[in-house]
């Protein structure tokens, strides 16, 4: 994984993985793929995760730290591009980053892009403060929690389904 700080409140991370751009996209679109988003070192919620993949769609997930806290992360889908880019603002309604869904452009944006290589999949993080953000009240927690959080999230997808093709379409019977 590659670390690039593009300013104060932006930074940009890469990790190459050998899969295909489809196979990684769907991986971060697909609601039964998106368990790797969770620490395996907290509990696994029963919650269904919800993708409405669409612009202006939500994708939301609860995350459960114990059993006296929980939140729900996620996003409000701004731009998709099939296999290629998938750009979202990031929190959640009553969840963490708290998301305004009047004014998603007040969210973090986070915006993944999905480029082939010789051996896969290049993806590329890039997470952005708005303008006129709350930055005093973020302190060391902007460089240390967010980047590495990101960076310890997206690191799970190395182990997990990303590699498997998903199963082929059921076949309808013919009896």
Request: net charge negative.
């Amino acid at each position: 994984m590659n670390t690039t700080a593009v300013a104060p409140y932006e930074f940009t991370r890469t990790w190459t993985f050998e899969a295909s751009p489809a196979n990684v996209f769907r991986a971060w679109t697909d609601p039964d793929r998106l368990g790797w988003f969770y620490n395996d070192a907290q509990p696994i919620p029963t919650e269904p995760i919800e993708v409405d993949l669409r612009v202006g769609g939500v994708w939301r997930q609860l995350m459960v730290i114990s059993e006296q806290t929980s939140y729900y992360t996620g996003g409000v889908y701004r731009e998709i591009v099939s296999d290629e880019k998938l750009a979202f603002s990031w929190g959640a309604v009553d969840g963490w980053p708290e998301l305004d869904p009047d004014r998603p452009e007040d969210s973090p944006l986070v915006t993944v892009t999905f480029s082939p290589t010789g051996r896969g999949t290049e993806l590329r993080l890039n997470v952005k403060l708005p303008e006129g953000a709350a930055r005093d009240r973020l302190g060391n927690f902007w460089p240390h929690a967010i980047q590495n959080g990101w960076g310890d999230t997206v690191d799970r997808l190395t182990g997990q389904i990303l590699i498997r093709p998903p199963a082929p379409p059921e076949r309808p019977s013919t009896t």
